[in-house]
């Protein structure tokens, strides 16, 4: 995706090599680090304690016996901090805070770690206290998981803090010592958070691409499903969504034994209107009249569809004799209300609409294709007898 779209370079680059998106895209990127962070820091802060005993024990069995209480005190303070962090890690309603409490935990390990060589004179000591220090900067920059800014400065300026104490309150620091140490940790630290980070955001953007492109990728299929369902001109369900909530509802009503309504609507005398008013005041004509009949499925399962040309069908599941009669005198009543004109319509000089009705209740005997056939038997008993009424077969 990177090499073949240009849009992606312009946006990931920049946002990778200087550790920045745009503004946007920056503030997404950074909920979504902090989560994988803290999550991954629930897990983590166990093993962190662990090697913190681990070290803290085994320094303790090599520091010389006149300093082991005095290093006990000072460097129990280390796996408090972490104890703490790891405890607001656990609340889910601090996720979005947790770059600042690691922050500043992290700030706080370091100054401690280096500020307490600066109190020693032994140079076992001394060299057991720069382990300490190593241990800090590791954590800090591979295990924590901040991002490579947040986790820099915690470093720094938690080293340039532990720094004044040793100088200002302590004996000073062994600098060639704590070059090799802090300094060299420091720097391969931070090269190595750094990459992390890059790597993260390059993951971060690809996968946010991915759901784009996949969320597009479904709304287009929708779109086309809806289309092969949906009539192009009245916006009403064509003939193929018809025959399949038909077959659907007549085993519905054939499991249940309710009644199935069908309704077969015909525009009268349609292509004289059309020779008379052209074809697009015609589609103009079946539009106003399927915005009409619409209205006739407001309940769950009842159904418009364009049947064919001039032709609607209407499905009525649960809908007994009575109910689809006045049903059926309603929408006649309704079409003329549209009072839309007819010239060479000698009934009503407005357009109507004959309806043919068929009910059953579906069983053995009989099939879903027995019902539209009667449908289409009353509405040709109401062409024959004079049109713009409805019969019941």
């Known amino acids: 995706?990177?090499?073949?779209?240009?849009?992606?370079?312009?946006?990931?680059?920049?946002?990778?090599?200087?550790?920045?998106?745009?503004?946007?895209?920056?503030?997404?990127?950074?909920?979504?680090?902090?989560?994988?962070?803290?999550?991954?820091?629930?897990?983590?802060?166990?093993?962190?304690?662990?090697?913190?005993?681990?070290?803290?024990?085994?320094?303790?069995?090599?520091?010389?016996?006149?300093?082991?209480?005095w290093w006990s005190s000072a460097y129990i303070w280390e796996g408090?901090?972490?104890?703490?962090?790891?405890?607001?890690?656990?609340?889910?309603?601090?996720?979005?805070?947790?770059?600042?409490?690691a922050g500043i935990g992290c700030f706080l390990a370091v100054a401690l770690a280096v500020a307490i060589p600066g109190f020693m004179s032994d140079a076992r000591a001394l060299q057991l206290a720069h382990v300490s220090i190593m241990y800090a900067l590791v954590i800090i920059y591979a295990m924590i998981g901040l991002r490579f800014t947040v986790a820099m400065m915690a470093g720094w300026a938690g080293g340039l803090v532990g720094v004044l104490i040793a100088e200002?309150?302590?004996?000073?620091?062994?600098?060639?010592?704590?070059?090799?140490?802090?300094?060299?940790i420091s720097l391969a630290g931070m090269f190595l958070c750094y990459s992390a980070e890059v790597r993260d955001r390059v993951l971060f953007f690809n996968q946010r691409q991915l759901r784009r492109q996949q969320r597009r990728t479904q709304s287009l299929a929708e779109r086309l499903d809806r289309l092969s369902r949906e009539d192009s001109l009245t916006g009403l369900a064509n003939?193929?969504?018809?025959?399949?909530?038909?077959?659907?509802?007549?085993?519905r009503c054939k499991r249940s034994q309710q009644p199935l309504t069908v309704m077969l609507v015909d525009v009268d005398r349609f292509k004289a209107y059309n020779d008379r008013y052209g074809h697009?005041?015609?589609?103009?004509?079946?539009?106003?009249?399927?915005?009409?009949?619409?209205?006739?499925?407001?309940?769950?399962?009842?159904?418009?569809?364009?049947?064919?040309?001039?032709?609607?069908?209407?499905?009525?599941?649960?809908?007994?004799?009575?109910?689809?009669?006045?049903?059926?005198?309603?929408?006649?009543?309704?079409?003329?209300?549209?009072?839309?004109?007819?010239?060479?319509?000698?009934?009503?000089?407005?357009?109507?609409?004959?309806?043919?009705?068929?009910?059953?209740?579906?069983?053995?005997?009989?099939?879903?294709g027995d019902l539209l056939e009667a449908a289409d038997r009353a509405l040709y008993q109401v062409k024959q007898n004079g049109r713009d009424d409805w019969r019941l077969y």
């Open 280 to 368: 697009l005041q015609g589609d103009s004509c079946l539009q106003k009249l399927a915005a009409e009949l619409h209205r006739y499925s407001r309940r769950a399962g009842d159904l418009v569809a364009r049947f064919g040309g001039e032709e609607f069908a209407l499905l009525y599941p649960q809908t007994g004799e009575l109910e689809a009669q006045q049903l059926a005198s309603r929408l006649c009543r309704s079409v003329r209300s549209l009072a839309i004109p007819h010239a060479d319509s000698p009934e009503m000089n407005e357009v109507t609409v004959s309806v043919g009705v068929a009910m059953m209740i579906p069983d053995e005997r009989h099939s879903a």
């Open 80 to 101: 408090p901090i972490v104890l703490v962090a790891a405890l607001l890690a656990q609340v889910r309603a601090l996720d979005r805070y947790f770059p600042y409490y």
């Open 1 to 69: 995706m990177l090499d073949t779209d240009p849009r992606s370079r312009r946006v990931v680059v920049p946002g990778v090599r200087w550790l920045r998106f745009p503004r946007r895209l920056e503030g997404e990127y950074r909920h979504y680090q902090s989560q994988q962070a803290v999550e991954a820091f629930r897990i983590n802060a166990f093993y962190i304690l662990l090697l913190y005993m681990l070290l803290i024990t085994g320094i303790y069995a090599l520091a010389p016996k006149q300093i082991r209480g």
């Open 168 to 184: 200002g309150l302590g004996q000073g620091l062994d600098w060639q010592m704590l070059h090799s140490t802090y300094t060299g």
């Open 239 to 251: 003939r193929r969504f018809f025959d399949e909530a038909f077959d659907r509802e007549w085993r």
